[in-house]
């Protein structure tokens, strides 16, 4: 799906989607009945209808039924096919063309930015068969027609069993996002649906039900007419269906202005995280009015043939979560399904599947010996204390410290592991702490050498110049090579002064691996991490005492931490970021993409002999850490199939285009087949930003280096630009923030963020080629613009 | 929904419950192909058949059809109504007394626990119509039979537009819980529904089709017995479905299998919360199948005639959590439509309609003026130091205090903020804390007086006797009457001597309002925590300068948090236990019920006088706090739908059972109506537990006293019954709790949680009277028990 074909909406062009709860539910006279009653509603308005595709001989199509009835109607149906059958399989059966999905919506937009130009007031588009009838390409309609997001009038099924067609109907349309504003229904005297079904919808859904009675029984086509032009006038006075232009028009503009009201509502009542109000005007809040795939639906005003809603590139994947698509129909689902199953229940000595089966999964999936269990909380922070807690302890138990004795972290500096108080006290002193009340930073932080494409050689700061990103993490083969001595002996120096010299104490080696993310998205030499956690490994006695390791799971030298809450699981391409490494931590930290992009869960898995130097007869030895809605149902089974769809994914080469594009010179991917592209995959690095971009962004005035891993790609912008300020409060990448934000007639806008003078984007791990493509366009027009 | 009528499953009878996606769509055909093919399957099995509803001429019901093809099969209806419309239709217009929901349940499980000790095999309880067609009381049977919780077999729409209905049925099931586990369906040439429908369950859902050809069109009865004899044969031959019943039977022995073995696997794999896993064995781990209203279905092996499934109640409420039922189909469709809708998106510089409405809902829901800003996070932890960091800045801010001078808060002992460490930071030293890496109080920490009832009596600590809670609630008219002098010298003094005497400094006054929760269900003087604030508010010259408020909703003195995570949001029985007060805070942080109980979310507001602090034009002044989700969709949406579900309850006076059956000797709300009650709910003090189990507990031996409050009852257990231990440590209550926890035949069993000395019992909004009565029981029973 392409991203520019976003939600519908016109402020002088009511759009609905008539629905059907079956097929054979009376759409058609629905239909003519709403445009008959909105024909007249204003005096300057016209209505319209549009039918995208129809079944069946063209003579009997609902666009002929309706303009018979309403002569001089503005309808057009889009795709015609011959076979009463479902679109799907009369678009195989004929010789046309068959439509894709994109096209289909495409033409939509057309026909509405048309009408919204030329013909201000009412469009009614009537779907084919039932909600999941599939389209012409196989989609069901309820899919198919989603991006639209179009309001949707529901027509219910008044026949035996049409209540229970209806509601299932009603449900399929809503865990979609739709918005039903209306139930339209025949009133059938045996059956009574309508009895049951208004009150129903009106106390359940606050969804207003209106009913006509049953149009008269077919009887041949010259007495049809007539018939039905007595029954269309005898309805049409129904003073239950007088109303109906009236809410259909007034929820139309209710709408319209919230969503123009929003930003400054917003301003008044939310206090935004990590966020100076003081610049915060309501001209800089964007109003989501919702999103799918890799774009958000904002509103913007316009020209009148312009939808209100503009698609957005969400490229920071909503602050790195984003993974399998905004609106992703089978997370939706998930979720309703363990709402449905558990709700949240208990998870004290208690054991649900989805908590179990996601442990079992990560286990697995990390492939790392060492962790051997999950320990579940909702966020990264609450994550990383966790973690944090779990090192100290197990190092204060086996080195035998008092209590009173205060024990720190080894970490890096420009780290960034959470927001919470013993997560910000991981991390050096800076600017995002700084003046954060109780923050302390508690340890000793080492610098790493940083890793980029600076004119189209990859450097690594102090290190050396690689011809490709592959070469710097070759951290086996440099090793190997000695690449790592330097690194190791500054390592102990820097740890034998702390311990040494300074008399500090520490209990964990905590660490993002691959890149720093919010200390600024650093990408760190793989190699100096690796060796770091090796020389920390290997010097028991200079942080406690001797210790002959258990066995080869068990932590030596001080518990490792990973938190890998942002590098983790696919963000860089691969399950673990701790595999680019080649490192087994001993703890490891997990949130964002856990989910795939949906809601917090986070998890921290540790080692056994981690786990059992908290086990003691002693309630109060134990971790004593829990929150409430510790491993949610919903979260675990949104994590479930999230994890499930990414290594599907992985293992089936999906990323193939990536991965065989991005490689420059490198024939071994051009023509691999999927498990080839996999295997090729596991054994390297790769990203869905192309190399080109890469190479050409290194050149750039303004331009300090860059570099692409997986899904994110971070630009660091130099003062060349004339810009201000260093570090966190540099201002340099807000021009070409600026630029990208501002949307372009074919490419659409890109939201991003920005981290002091670096710009970064960040896609999902559905995003698609094209829109990747798409992005990259804006991106090189942006820093033309921009610095140029 | 009476809590006894749990899910059904034995390991010697596999019960199917048999959907259809629409009616007329084979659902009888299927039943007696499976009953056919299941009769065969193992020479000691026998095959049943159970219609727990059907509708039409009793001549032609379903179950005399499948008996017509299987003699001596054992079947049965167990409603038959004649008129040959939906069930609610046909009972309302029968002479028949119409069946509850409870009794139809309660007849299926007499059913399969007869068959299961008399005749283990095979069970398929057919439903009739649609998925959503209405039963006899009108429940949808979707809703109907959830309790059940049965594997369900869909027989899918093989007609035009069948494709649609038979995904909307599976949706509508998926969302309630339930595990589809086969779909049949007929092979119909023309439509070719299956073709579609196969590839699409089983790639996206993992669930078979089967298929067999249309059934011979129905001519004459005589015909027709013959003619479905010969198809019937035809069809038992097909290689497709011959599979059907090793499939299912592994499935079910899966499921047992797995429950079997979880408290094994968990406790290798989960790394508990709160948890001291060295006593933590196996058989001590509950294995929750599913959850469904106020219980949790938990497998325990017993006799065959059992359900391996049995009904406990939810008494710690999941963890303080729980508020309109597991498995509630509103939340459920909330969340599914949020996900559809949005995903996650982005919250800063961004906004929502659900992030937004919920924001400007819980302003107006607090009805205190001064809170005028909504802050998101993820917990009750985040949400706590969010509220502090808010505080302390705005404190340091107008007090002008250097960086580096450390300020803590004043807080009550025995209070209990979250398990993050700032959260951690806002208590005194005890047994949570006092291992926990990284703790350190920051902060001062006043005793409070409790209240309880003891003998009859209630009892404020220090403070006299009072006939009833509400007297003691009554804090504007005891106030009146100087009750509060002595507290407001007592409390003078310590601050006096804390900040005079001691020099410390303080930002903030922070305190869970009425109820001190995880520090041990202390219930407080109300009036003891109004004087607290009064006196906080009136000495700014104590804790900084003089300051005259910029206006009446200006902070003074210190910021007010109120932690009302536990309290709030109708936990005792008010929107804001703040009102019980009648204090308004300056900051209020809310969690737990904020989402009906079924996921994280959380809320800080704060007044505009705290918010202002924070404006500069340095970001680094700013709150410069956030998480990933930060105001994620899906848990405002849900939020939303709780909140207004709540609201409507208290206004509606649903709580009317539980505020005019607890007053004794009041007869001012015996016959009170609907908003009578509602307008002394808001009164006055009020709980679901009974006035009398308050009173009959408050005599017991080994019962030091006794409270309830809204949905929560709190036992502190004395040494009496001869158990050691103080405090967290204390072991008192556990011999209730384990009395609770065993099984009683009538009346079920119940979990309850234990903090140190105290049982507590949390109920649900949505709990019923019925269910709270049956647990007092078993409390009356259980103390007799275990301590006797």
């Known amino acids: 799906m392409s991203s520019q074909l976003g939600a519908l909406l016109h402020r002088s062009l009511r759009v609905y989607q008539v629905w059907g709860a079956n097929t054979e539910v009376g759409k058609t006279v629905f239909s003519t009945i709403l445009c008959k009653l909105t024909s007249g509603y204003k005096p300057d308005e016209k209505t319209a209808f549009l039918k995208p595709v129809s079944t069946g001989p063209a003579e009997e199509a609902d666009g002929r039924h309706i303009s018979k009835f309403i002569p001089g109607l503005d309808s057009q149906t889009l795709y015609q096919f011959d076979l009463p059958v479902s679109p799907h399989l009369a678009a195989q059966v004929s010789q046309q063309n068959t439509p894709s999905d994109e096209e289909v919506l495409c033409k939509i937009h057309e026909f509405a930015s048309r009408l919204a130009s030329t013909h201000p007031g009412w469009l009614f588009v009537e779907t084919a068969g039932g909600v999941h009838s599939p389209g012409p390409s196989g989609t069901t309609q309820a899919d198919l027609y989603r991006s639209l997001r179009l309001p949707a009038i529901l027509i219910g099924d008044a026949k035996l069993g049409g209540i229970s067609s209806t509601i299932s109907a009603f449900e399929s349309l809503k865990i979609r996002g739709y918005d039903v504003e209306l139930v339209l229904l025949f009133e059938d005297k045996t059956y009574q649906n309508h009895s049951y079904l208004t009150p129903y919808f009106q106390e359940k859904h606050s969804i207003p039900v209106q009913t006509v009675p049953l149009p008269p029984p077919r009887l041949s086509p010259s007495n049809d007419v007539s018939n039905m032009q007595t029954y269309y006038t005898t309805a049409l006075g129904l003073p239950s269906l007088s109303a109906i232009p009236s809410h259909l028009s007034s929820l139309h503009q209710a709408r319209i202005a919230r969503l123009q009201s929003m930003p400054e509502t917003a301003s008044k009542t939310i206090w935004y995280p990590f966020t100076q109000h003081q610049q915060l005007t309501p001209d800089k809040i964007t109003v989501i009015d919702s999103a799918k795939d890799s774009h958000f639906d904002t509103f913007q005003s316009g020209s009148p043939s312009k939808s209100l809603l503009r698609p957005m590139f969400d490229g920071s994947a909503s602050w790195w979560t984003q993974g399998l698509g905004h609106g992703n129909p089978a997370l939706s689902l998930a979720a309703a399904y363990a709402a449905g199953r558990y709700g949240h229940v208990m998870f004290a000595e208690a054991v649900h599947e989805p908590a179990l089966a996601l442990a079992e999964m990560l286990i697995t999936g990390m492939g790392n010996k060492r962790l051997k269990r999950v320990f579940y909380s909702d966020n990264g922070s609450t994550g990383v204390e966790v973690g944090v807690k779990m090192a100290l302890g197990a190092a204060r138990a086996r080195y035998g410290w008092a209590g009173e004795e205060k024990v720190g972290v080894i970490g890096l500096k420009g780290s960034y592991h959470g927001d919470t108080i013993g997560a910000m006290d991981c991390s050096e002193p800076g600017v995002f702490n700084e003046k954060v009340e109780w923050y302390e930073g508690k340890g000793a932080w080492l610098g790493s050498p940083g890793v980029r494409c600076e004119k189209g050689v990859w450097v690594v700061e102090g290190g050396g110049e690689f011809k490709t990103l592959g070469d710097v993490f070759d951290v086996e083969g440099r090793e190997k090579r000695g690449e790592g001595r330097g690194y190791e002996k500054e390592i102990r120096r820097v740890l034998e002064k ?131 809605y510790t491993a949610h149902a919903v979260g675990c089974q949104v994590a479930l199939e999230s ?115 670096v710009l970064y984007l960040m896609a999902g791990q559905t995003t698609t080629e094209e829109s990747i493509r798409r992005v990259e366009r804006l991106v090189k027009q942006g820093l033309e613009d921009g610095t140029g």
């Open 498 to 628: 702390l311990v040494g010299e300074e008399g500090k104490k520490f209990g964990a080696l905590i660490l993002e691996p691959v890149v720093l993310g919010a200390g600024g998205m650093h990408l760190v030499d793989p190699l100096f991490q690796r060796t770091l956690v090796k020389v920390v490994r290997q010097s028991p006695e200079l942080f406690g005492r001797k210790h002959q390791p258990n066995d080869e799971l068990d932590w030596s030298g001080l518990p490792v931490v990973f938190d890998e809450v942002f590098t983790g699981i696919y963000r860089l391409g691969r399950f673990s970021a701790a595999s680019f490494l080649g490192v087994d931590p001993d703890i490891s930290v997990h949130a964002k993409l856990l989910t795939g992009g949906l809601l917090p869960l986070s998890v921290t898995l540790a080692s056994e002999s981690v786990f059992r130097s908290f086990l003691s007869d002693d309630k109060s030895d134990a971790l004593l850490h829990g929150h409430s």
């Open 643 to 757: 994890l499930k769809t990414m290594m599907k994914m992985e293992k089936s080469g999906e990323w193939g285009w990536a991965i065989s594009s991005q490689q420059k010179g490198d024939d071994q991917t051009k023509h691999a087949s999927s498990e080839q592209v996999a295997a090729i995959a596991d054994s390297r690095v790769w990203s869905v930003w192309s190399h080109e971009l890469v190479e050409w962004l290194s050149w750039q005035k303004g331009v300090e280096g860059v570099w692409a891993l997986g899904t994110v790609l971070a630009i660091h912008m130099g003062s060349a630009g004339g810009v201000v300020g260093v570090g966190y409060k540099s201002t340099a990448a807000k021009g070409l923030q600026a630029a990208l934000l501002k949307a372009s007639e074919d490419d659409g806008s890109v939201h991003s963020r920005v981290l002091g003078n």
